[in-house]
Structures are given as structure tokens and as C-alpha cells.
């Protein structure tokens, strides 16, 4: 298993700025993701943060919006850029641990642009 | 693109009554993983399934993967209150290099 902590866990920013939120894994992980989701709905896949490469963004998500990072196998930050009030959501990462298929899920961050 | 169909939407049980709920696919997944997810935290992973026809236990919580492996389901004996939350179904396509496809989630209440 993986234990997943975000910074913040939530924040009210005013829209044209940015957040950066922040996604620490406790151990070593293959993989690492990005995910939107609203209060009581599924998740959405935002995009597959790569270890020392560009990440891999879906359909409907682009870099210019959501820059990631990911500089080791612990770590992954995700900005939302030039935030509106349609960016209001949770954001979360998770990490999948080695080669297993389990892909674990961080606190996320509440994120409330007004 | 894989699409789950996750069934039902909202269910609303008394306590002790049992439930089930259904994730559907025309799509083959390599694994799928059923999670529950409280307000204000993230989805925790109950199970994961990865065998055509597998069937795990955990406690009063009975999870079938499909023959197929297109199809799942989640049945709940004797409910709880300490089970309401939103109950999530995720599967990982073949060669999908671990990218989830999630259902839309059912939100469970159950009242004392």
C-alpha cells in the first residue's frame, strides 16, 4: 500500500491566480495521477504525471492549465492556472505502488475560486 | 473510450437490510477496484479483482468480478450506518499502463 498526503487540503483563491497543490507518497511508486472530482460525484482523470517527463494529459486537459511535475518517485505538484470560478472542485493524486494494479488516493484538496 | 456503468445512483436502505451494486461494461479490464469514499476524504480501497468469476469477502462485503471480466458487482449483508458513503467502481483496461475508468459512483445511506 501507499500513504498519500496533499498540501493544502483546501484553499479559497480569487480567480486569475494560481494554486499549486502539493502530493507526497510515502514510499517509492511507479506511477502517480492527477484527478478532478465534484462533491458527490466519480473522478475524473486529469492527466499521468511521468517521473522526469511531461505528463500525460486526457482528452479536455491541457498543460497551459494544469502544469504537473513530478521530479522524483514521491513527489508530483499540480497548478491550476488562471484559476475561474469553473475550476471549484476537489483535486486529488494517488499512486500506484510497484507493479501492483491498486492505485491509492490522497485527502485531496477542496479548491474554491471565487 | 471504456465506459462502467454503475448502478444504482442513490440507494437509501434501513439498517440490516442487504444491497448490491452493479458496475457493467461491453469492455474486458484487466482489474477493477471497488472503493468507498467519505466527505472531506479520499477513496479508500476496499478490493481489488483481477480473475474472470473471482469472488472476494471482507466482512459483510461480498465483491464479484464477471467471467468476462467485463462486470462487477458489490453486496452488502446486514448494512450499517458506518456504510453510507459514495461507493465507487474503477477498471484498469488492458494495457492501459494502470489508468482507471470509474463508474459514476453510488451514494449509500443507510438509516438506523
Known amino acids: 500500500s501507499a500513504v498519500i498526503s496533499q498540501k493544502p487540503s483546501r484553499d479559497i483563491c480569487q480567480r486569475g491566480t494560481s494554486l499549486t497543490i502539493q502530493c507526497q507518497v510515502d514510499?517509492?511508486?511507479?506511477?502517480m495521477f492527477w484527478y478532478r472530482q465534484q462533491p458527490g460525484q466519480s473522478l475524473t482523470l486529469i492527466a499521468t504525471a511521468n517521473q522526469g517527463s511531461e505528463a500525460t494529459y486526457e482528452s479536455g486537459f491541457v498543460i497551459d492549465k494544469f502544469p504537473i511535475s513530478r521530479p522524483n518517485l514521491t513527489f508530483s505538484t499540480l497548478t491550476v492556472s488562471n484559476m475561474s470560478p469553473e475550476d471549484s472542485s476537489i483535486y486529488l493524486c494517488?499512486?500506484?505502488?510497484?507493479?501492483?494494479?491498486?492505485?491509492?488516493f490522497g485527502p485531496g484538496t477542496r479548491l474554491t475560486v471565487t | 473510450t471504456q465506459l462502467l456503468e454503475q448502478s444504482p445512483q442513490f440507494l437509501s436502505i434501513q439498517e440490516g437490510e442487504n444491497l448490491t451494486v452493479y458496475c457493467n461494461s461491453s469492455?474486458?479490464?484487466?482489474?477493477l477496484q471497488w472503493y468507498r469514499q467519505e466527505p472531506g476524504e479520499g477513496p479508500v480501497l476496499l478490493v481489488t479483482v483481477v480473475t474472470g468469476g473471482e469472488v472476494k469477502k471482507l466482512k459483510r462485503l461480498t465483491f464479484q468480478f464477471g467471467d468476462a471480466r467485463k462486470d462487477s458487482s458489490l453486496h452488502i449483508t446486514a448494512a450499517q450506518p458506518g456504510d453510507t458513503g459514495l461507493y465507487l467502481c474503477a477498471g484498469a483496461g488492458e494495457g492501459s499502463n494502470y489508468k482507471l475508468t470509474f463508474g459514476k459512483g453510488t451514494l449509500l445511506t443507510v438509516n438506523p
Open positions: 469492455s474486458v479490464f484487466s482489474s
Open positions: 494517488s499512486a500506484v505502488p510497484g507493479h501492483s494494479y491498486e492505485q491509492y
Open positions: 514510499s517509492q511508486v511507479t506511477m
